[in-house]
């Protein structure tokens, strides 16, 4: 959770043609190319390609720059999962934007100051754009009169992906866009240890580094040694995703997990079919030893197994025919029996 101080102390602080796309690595994300963007940086990367790192104790700023007048709404995800709203809130200005202007946060003559706290780990910077205001009445709250900041309902970087996929559904696909930053908040001392941040776009998904469960995803681990090490991560319904991850002291190391559901191959059939024809009607036909039926309207579908299987035809007053056939694949076998 960032720590806002106020300036002065007396001030409080506390329908779319298709669904949008949950991402590890990018939250939402508008499964459209819109004529609407957003771009969203932190002070210490202009370029929003870096994770820069922050100390505790050091003050950023967030900044978010659209192409058309658009409301925009920005969220941090903090290491442990949990969600903080950055705007709107109820210190700033409105949250609406003008076309090709930059909305800094906080912004100059603001009264507070957006100053870096734990927990230590990779943080995300979510920004959605969006043409007409949406409610966020599903994701957050002010729950006083009060508070300056909204209280986010959602407790996880899945659900607020979730909830806003509720509130962007209703709304033309056209009209919204978002784009995600990434910084890390380090500690103040020097740190001998690294740690792995793992995301995953589904739910219920588990990390296994080195042989070792972890435990869940979209959570950053702490306190790991250095070096290189393989990491597991499971998903029921999925395939599992392995690769190896680098620990590096001071530095988090993001590993993005993008499941695809398993393709399940129709099994191969045990049974083959055989059809036997023959011009003899009412023909009793027998296949290693077992009657199978007879011959009506000239034709018998038999089914075997793979291999080698004897069949017998049998009519009065036709000589009894026998012979030994291989069945590899579907097919027919034509017996004319002589008198």
Known sequence: MKKLLMIPAALLLSTAAAAPKISAQSIIVNPTTPDL???????????????????VGDKAVISATVNRD????????????????????????????????????????????FDIAGPIGQNKVLALASLTELNLGQISSFKTTQDQFATVNAKSQAGLAQALSIVVTPIPQNSWVSDTAFYTVAGVTPIST??????????????????????????TYNDLRPGSYPVRIQA?????????????????????????????????PTKLTITIRSSVNNARV??????????????????????????????????????????????????????
């Open 37 to 55: 963007s957003v771009s969203v940086r932190v002070d210490k990367d202009s370029s929003g390609a870096q994770n820069p790192a922050y100390k």
């Open 70 to 113: 658009a409301y925009v709404y920005l969220f941090n995800v903090n290491p442990d999962g949990s969600v903080d709203q950055i705007l709107p809130n109820r210190l700033s200005e409105a949250n609406f934007v003008k076309a090709n202007t930059t909305r800094s946060f906080p912004a100059p003559g603001d009264k507070f100051t």
């Open 194 to 219: 690294g740690s792995l941040f793992v995301g995953a776009n589904v739910d219920n998904a588990t990390v296994t580094l080195n042989g070792q469960r972890l435990g869940g995803a979209n959570v």
């Open 236 to 268: 029921p319904g999925y395939r599992d995703i392995s690769t190896t991850v680098a620990i590096r002291a001071g530095a988090t190391t993001n590993v993005n997990a993008e499941f695809a559901a398993v393709v399940v191959t129709p099994p191969t």
């Open 286 to 339: 027998f296949v290693d030893g077992q009657e199978a039926g007879t011959i009506s309207s000239g034709a018998l579908n038999v089914q075997v197994d793979r291999g080698s299987h004897e069949i017998v035809l049998i009519a009065p007053g036709y000589r009894t025919f026998l012979s030994t056939y291989n069945v590899t694949t579907n097919g027919q076998i034509t017996i004319n029996p002589t008198r």
